[in-house]
T-cell receptor, first 112, second 114 residues
């Protein structure tokens, strides 16, 4: 597609449930990033994929968070046993290896 | 640790005023530098970027930024703001080698009064 696509745009879930967030990057972009943005905060890095290399998971806040990228394209971020502090906007971005990142619209996650 | 600092969290200006938003970074080695803008209800968009060469970078919508290596700064400027510039502005930096993961500042909220 023309840009980075994320789904769903909004997700409300009950505390303790698992959620999956999807990101479809720009075709041909080898790098894919997940960030989260909380109210009044900057962007917090979560995980980075680059080509076929092992992902950089250094930003994941706990072992409840995981992500995969299938076939070097679509990525799924999974949050298990969601907590209220997980409520945020989850942003996906993609780029060529050295270029500026292009962001999707984000998924607004609300844990109630 | 790598970090990006934005000095102004909230800026309020009248139309036609000049704008300068501060950004300082703390990185070892050489860096790539970016400014992103997020208009209300929209996604983050790249305003401009610096990789190498001329330290004065021109971006979209009349914005420019100057890389001053000695000050570890990459301030964003616009000579005359418009109401439509009301948005959140984020500075970001990444290493030129390695993972290229951008680190973002906390953002500056700009409100321009007509």
């Amino acid at each position: 597609g023309a840009g980075v696509s994320q789904s769903p745009s909004n997700k409300v879930t009950e505390k303790g449930k698992d959620v999956e967030l999807r990101c479809d990057p720009i075709s041909g972009h080898t790098a894919l990033y997940w960030y989260r943005q909380s109210l009044g905060q900057g962007l917090e890095f979560l995980i980075y994929f680059q080509g076929n290399s092992a992902p950089d998971k250094s930003g994941l806040p706990s072992d409840r968070f995981s992500a995969e990228r299938t076939g070097g394209s679509v990525s799924t971020l999974t949050i298990q046993r969601t907590q209220q502090e997980d409520s945020a906007v989850y942003l996906c971005a993609s780029s060529l290896q050295t270029g500026g990142a292009f962001f999707g619209q984000g998924t607004r996650l609300t844990v109630v | 640790a790598q970090s990006v600092s934005q000095h102004n969290h909230h800026v309020i200006l009248s139309e036609a005023a000049s704008l300068e938003l501060g950004c300082n970074y703390s990185y070892g080695g050489t860096v790539n530098l970016f400014w992103y803008v997020q208009y209300p209800g929209q996604h983050l968009q790249l305003l401009l970027k610096y990789f190498s060469g001329d330290p004065l970078v021109k971006g979209i919508k009349g914005f420019e930024a100057e890389f001053i290596k000695s000050k570890f700064s990459f301030n964003l400027r616009k000579p005359s703001v418009q109401w439509s510039d009301t948005a959140e502005y984020f500075c970001a930096a990444s290493s030129t080698g390695g993972s290229y993961i951008p680190t973002f500042g906390r953002g500056t909220s700009l409100i321009v009064h007509p």
